[in-house]
């Protein structure tokens, strides 16, 4: 079994046990905070010590199942599906500078095309030289001037190569 349906299988159990005891926002806001802890030793251990009775007998069941190793994914699997369910749509905004005035115009045209709940992050990064990549969900749109050069050095090439 791989590591997709492994976390998937859980994260959905544990979505349903959520929702029939109807703590499923406190259990995602404590799945969150487990992400965050793991890693880290000495969060970890505090961030076990505060979860609820729910949240405690779900890592009972992963350890005992031995399947601790995939909590990460787990967790993330449960994130995803938790947003789903909750129509929350995840977009990340990554630029070549801070570009505040882009940001405001994504959310939006969000909005405007009926993404009414967005947990919208933005992210700088200077290797894509100008323009922007934007992420909602699994979707991609790389309007970015280093994809640009790429793909016109990759024509060039390509008609190089067929020249000789």
């Keep these: 079994m791989n590591v997709g349906h492994i976390a998937h299988r859980y994260a959905k159990a544990l979505i349903e046990y959520a929702s029939e005891r109807s ?3 406190r259990v995602h806001s404590e799945v ?12 970890l251990t505090s961030c076990i010590q505060s979860l609820s009775e729910e949240m405690r007998r779900f890592l009972q069941l992963v350890i005992s199942n031995e399947r601790a190793a995939y909590l990460p994914f ?7 599906q938790y947003n789903r369910l909750q129509g929350i749509t995840t977009a990340k905004l990554t630029s070549a500078t801070t570009a505040p005035d882009l940001q405001q115009k994504v959310l939006e045209i969000l909005h405007q095309t009926g993404y009414t709940k967005v947990d919208f992050t933005s992210d700088v990064d200077p290797s894509l030289l100008g323009g922007f990549v934007l992420r909602i969900d699994d979707l991609r749109l790389d309007a970015s001037l280093a994809t640009q050069l790429k793909i016109i050095r990759t024509e060039l090439d390509d008609k190089n190569r067929s020249i000789v």
Excluded: H, P, R, W
Excluded at 33 to 43: F, I, S, V
């Design 74 to 80: 787990i967790c993330q699997s449960f994130i995803n």
């Design 23 to 25: 703590v499923l926002e």
């Design 32 to 43: 969150l905070t487990l992400m965050n802890a793991l890693g880290d030793d000495a969060k």
